[in-house]
């Protein structure tokens, strides 16, 4: 087996789900990005991946719109969370991200019990660049959900001119990715200079990188939470 | 274990570390805005400023 098709492999995967969580988002309908027929074998793995990857917003259509989960979907979210967890010395957002998972789960699947509820070390945000910041912020972009309460949140809303910022150079860079995850985080925090033109800037980010489905995903999840639409 | 089992431990394998790479990526390379853009930006509604702002002047050497 080639490792080297792996990869692109599980790219093409995160954004065809991502794809259906967009379409969802839209809709109001469910992400069916869990395919629950995909839950077994090689496509299994592969689906159960993408899930990993996509991490707590491959449930996001039944976080901000309160449409509640269909079972199947809870299952191989589950699964996805329970097959994958971080490796030891993992990275802080793989940890992140599956903590944001666990939560999510907690939240929509009150009956999981998994164990304690204690946060990962957020250390590694404090007194890091503005730069570094918004790139760790917008690879956990899955956190910037409306009533979230964690120590990354919590680092965000104290720098709102540093993401700010970062939404800034990454739109210069031309890195929407980006630039969507940090314009996500700026709905939802407080501070943010009105100079920034944040509605025009996601328009923007939007035109420029929305065939992007990662893109939409974080374009859609900030217009919605801008709306209030979870309210 | 079958031909099939092995392949898909593999597959489960290489996607562990494949995960970890997706969740941890590096920062992509900038690609700067060429003049098309930059005129795009400046009709896009007018309303975002802050990117066509001049950069910093860099101080002089000397």
Known sequence: MEQSGTSPLLQGAVQDLASGVVSALRSGDHARAAAPAAADGEAGGLALAAVRVLGADALLPATLLRTPPLP???????KA??????????APTV???????????????????????????????????????THQLGVLAALAVPGEDCAVTRAAG???VDVARGFVRAVRRR????????????????????????????????????????VALQVRAARLTRAGAFV | MSPTEKFTEELTGIQSADIEAALDPAEADGI??????CAALALFKGGFGLLLSPPTPRPKKG
């Open chain 1, 95 to 133: 940890v992140w991200s599956h903590w944001a998972m666990r939560r999510t789960l907690r939240r929509l699947d009150p009956g999981h019990a998994d164990g304690p509820d204690e946060e990962p070390d957020a250390a590694w945000l404090e007194d890091t660049t503005w730069q570094l910041l």
């Open chain 1, 81 to 90: 969370v329970e097959a994958f967890p971080p490796g030891a010395g993992a």
């Open chain 1, 158 to 160: 104290r720098r709102p």
């Open chain 1, 175 to 214: 890195d929407w990715r980006q630039a969507a995850g940090a314009g996500r985080w700026l709905t939802l925090l407080e501070g943010v200079p009105q100079t920034l033109g944040l509605e025009n800037g996601l328009d923007f980010v939007e035109l420029m990188g929305g065939q992007d489905p990662l």
């Open chain 1, 72 to 78: 199947d979907e809870l299952a191989v979210f589950r």
């Open chain 2, 32 to 37: 700067y805005r060429d003049s098309r853009e």
